[in-house]
């Protein structure tokens, strides 16, 4: 049971009520609050200011509140008026997460002002409406986020394979170096004896020449190295300009402004559109059911009908009545199509604007590599011109050593030097490849890691991938199914209806369509009777709370304004609604007789109707 307190929203002042579990009916004649009490609920929930929906504050008051109790929790919303005359929300409501408060807006609150009744109502695009609640996981935000970690992955993958590949030579280098050095330190040794006996006095010059020598081959590597470094940086960064000079990047304003004159003109040709197919519609509907003489006089003749137009009072014959209406029909048709090549530009453009992201992105990217190698470069030529530097100093320092020690050297100490000198550039060699070694190890140890993250990346874009994929299809599939229980159960005038899904080149949905069949052809929304197209519209919406399962997310689900329904088919309506969530409150007219469940009473409410009229 939920007890339920509501002080100034809508045209409700001050009401109190409970909901039981199963079918709830709020069944009441005009202005006694009903749809507010919708409202309410609506309030309380935490859905109003949705899709252009406002906070149903009263008019004229400057707070309002709507206070729920159920078995597990209480809650409450206030509603404020600010000095600027906008309406702020407060408080604690039942639903607090994004999709939860979508899902029901969409999905459980069916009322009239129900954006997808809204949309399947005046012919217009449900695609975006069906897909918000995937629009708001960032399903494809979050597919190319993990398709950028999948290429990083596989480059770093690249590598260490590149790396295992590698360790072969670089083991057997470190095995000749050993082997050298094993040689190297054997002739030093016998040198050294041979040395020791000729002098021990130039033993130390010999030293220093030796460790300069080595320093200054190292040194030479040094540069080697780095010169190949900066050789491919420079490669790198003059690629990256060249790329980003090549990009061609439109100015999108022009493209803004171009939609939105598109746009205006569609919102114009709808309203041209939607006053042409009223009157066609209603004046063939006049000549099918031959019911003229309802609204004009008619002399019958033996060629053709002499009708009294119900316009002007002109006299006409019914043949040209029939003509006119055939060719208001074809403008009817020159209009449709002329809003569909709009709607089929404004859908180039976005994919044109969608392209000048993408390369304004790519832009930002390679404006960031380029700084990035920018200073990779500076920091290469910094430390190249440092090893020039030590290069000369240590050249400079080595002669000087030498001719220190010409005239003292013997044979025996000139060779001792060079063995010395090699032992220890051959030194430094074998760690360079022990250290390199270690590194192609590790990356080599880190592939198995890599390709099981690889792996869960491919996994987890396929599964993002496919739950939208799945998603679409259920829609199509629920509200296919849904619309067959429908015409078994309600026998309307029309013989179905069904989600057609428009895919992209990759076979990816990226649009549905709404088509509907009468007579054994397809028909436009706005040729079935107000309480068709409000089924049709209620069918949508409930394939989208099967789909995305709102009954676990939203505990309540609000039927209203459908009085264009017979009290039977409204009867129909609930029994057809009674297993999709726990709690369903409806609205209904007195006329409409006794349905079962729990009945409010709005007997004891004070509405504005109290004091003036309302529409609540």
């Known amino acids: 049971m939920w ?4 002080s100034n929203i809508a045209g409700i002042q001050a009401a109190d009520a409970t909901l039981a579990d199963g079918l709830n009916v709020v069944q009441a004649s005009n202005f006694m609050g009903k749809s507010s009490f919708m409202s309410a609920l609506q309030t309380v929930m935490g859905t109003t200011g949705l899709y252009g929906d406002s906070h149903p504050l009263t008019e004229g008051a400057t707070e309002g509140q709507v206070t729920l109790e159920t078995a597990d929790d209480d809650y409450e919303v206030r509603l404020r ?42 012919g217009e695009d449900i695609t975006s409406l069906l897909q918000a609640p995937l629009d708001i996981e960032n399903i494809d935000e979050q597919i190319a986020t993990l398709r950028q970690q999948r290429a990083a992955t596989e480059r770093q ?26 040689e190297l330190r054997e002739r030093r040794d016998d040198l050294a004896e041979r040395a020791a006996a000729e002098s021990s006095a130039d033993t130390a010059a010999s030293d220093d020449i030796a460790d300069h020598r080595s320093q200054l081959q190292a040194t030479e590597r040094t540069i080697s190295r780095l010169d190949k470094q900066i050789e491919r940086t420079e490669t790198q960064l003059q690629s990256k300009r060249d790329e980003l000079a090549a990009l061609d990047i439109p100015d999108e304003p022009s493209v803004t402004a171009d939609i939105e004159e598109k746009e205006a003109k569609i919102e114009t040709l709808d309203l041209r559109i939607d006053l042409l197919e009223g009157l066609h519609r209603a004046n063939q509907r006049v000549l099918e059911e031959d019911e003229v003489e309802l609204v004009s006089s008619v002399e019958r003749g033996l060629v053709a009908d002499e009708i009294g137009c119900w316009v002007c009072g002109a006299s006409t014959a019914s043949d040209d009545i029939e003509a006119k209406l055939a060719s208001m029909a074809d403008q009817l048709d020159s209009l449709r199509e002329e809003r569909t090549a709009l709607q089929d530009e404004i859908a180039t453009i976005e994919a044109r604007k969608e392209e000048i992201e993408r390369k304004r992105r790519r832009e930002t990217e390679l404006e960031d590599t380029i700084g990035g190698l920018r200073a990779d470069l500076d920091e290469l030529r910094s430390d190249h011109q440092q090893a020039l530097d030590r290069k000369e100093r240590l050249t400079d320092e080595l002669d000087a050593l030498r ?12 060779e001792l030097t060079d063995v010395k000198a090699e032992i220890r550039t051959r030194e430094d060699e074998l760690a360079e490849q022990r250290s390199r070694l270690d590194a192609l190890e590790d990356q080599r140890d880190a592939a198995d890691d890599l390709a099981e993250r690889k792996e869960e990346l491919d996994t987890e874009i396929r599964e993002l991938r496919d739950r939208k994929t799945e998603k679409q299809w259920e ?64 069918l949508v919406a409930l394939a989208g709370h099967r ?4 009954g676990e997310r939203v505990p309540v689900v609000l039927l209203d304004g459908i009085s264009q329904l017979s009290a039977e088919n409204l009867r129909l309506l609930t029994e057809y609604l009674a297993d999709t969530s726990p709690i369903l409150v409806t609205t209904a007219y007195p006329e409409a007789g006794e349905f079962g469940g729990h009945r409010i009473s709005p007997d004891s409410w004070r509405t504005i109707s109290d004091g003036e009229p309302s529409t609540a």
């Open 3 to 6: 007890d339920i307190t509501v």
């Open 81 to 122: 008026r600010t000095e600027s005359g906008a309406i702020a929300r407060e408080g604690t409501p039942v639903l607090s997460d994004e999709t939860d408060r979508t899902c029901a807006r969409l999905f459980a609150f069916l009322g009239e002002n129900n954006p997808i009744r809204a949309r399947v109502r005046n």
């Open 157 to 182: 993958l690249e590598e260490a394979e590149q790396a295992a590949s590698n360790i072969p030579s670089v083991t057997e280098a470190i095995t000749t170096l050993e082997s050298e050095l094993e």
């Open 403 to 414: 001719e220190a020690a010409a005239e003292a050297e013997t044979e025996v100490n000139e």
């Open 475 to 538: 829609l199509k599939d629920q509200f296919d199914t849904a619309m067959t229980d429908a015409i078994e159960r309600f026998a309307p005038g029309f013989d179905g209806a069904r989600l057609n899904v428009k895919t992209d080149q990759r076979n990816e949905i990226e649009a549905f369509e709404l088509v509907i069949a009468r007579d054994g052809r397809e028909t436009e929304i706005g040729n079935l009777s107000e309480g068709e197209q409000e089924l049709v519209g209620i």
């Open 547 to 550: 789909t995305f399962d709102v």
